[in-house]
Nanobody, 122 residues
Framework: QLQASGGGMVQSGGSLRLSCTAS????????MGWFRQAPGKDREFVAV???????YYTNSVKGRFTLPRDYAKKTVYLQMNSLKPEDTAVYYC??????????????????WGQGTLVTVSS
């Protein structure tokens, strides 16, 4: 199971850090990703990290978001800096065993955390 936390409200240009902690599973071989769903839009890929793999980001967050991972705590973070109003969304963490070439496809992920709302005001 995945437990997400850390959402909230922040002004444009601010920062937030989301956390996603795994329990009841082997974490080290998981690919861990974040997706988000803005109001009225489909859920979209944000970022993913896998053991021994590069971290991939969607273009709109490159240079602003990072994806640190703490294997001892079975936790992956989404560090969000220089937030913009268009980053406002419900953010979901997702996990799957092993890597998949379609790391940006939500249907390739088996485990999902509950969503956490991020609101960025202008």
């Amino acid at each position: 199971q995945l437990q997400a936390s850390g959402g909230g409200m922040v002004q444009s240009g601010g920062s937030l850090r989301l956390s996603c902690t795994a329990s009841g599973t082997t974490f080290s071989n998981f690919a861990m990703g974040w997706f988000r769903q803005a109001p009225g839009k489909d859920r979209e890929f944000v970022a993913v990290t896998g053991s021994g793999r590069p971290t991939y980001y969607t273009n709109s967050v490159k240079g602003r978001f990072t994806l640190p991972r703490d294997y001892a705590k079975k936790t992956v973070y989404l560090q969000m800096n220089s937030l913009k109003p268009e980053d406002t969304a419900v953010y979901y963490c997702a996990g799957r065993v092993g890597w998949h070439i379609r790391y940006d496809a939500e249907n390739e992920y088996v485990h999902w955390g509950q969503g956490t709302l991020v609101t960025v005001s202008s």
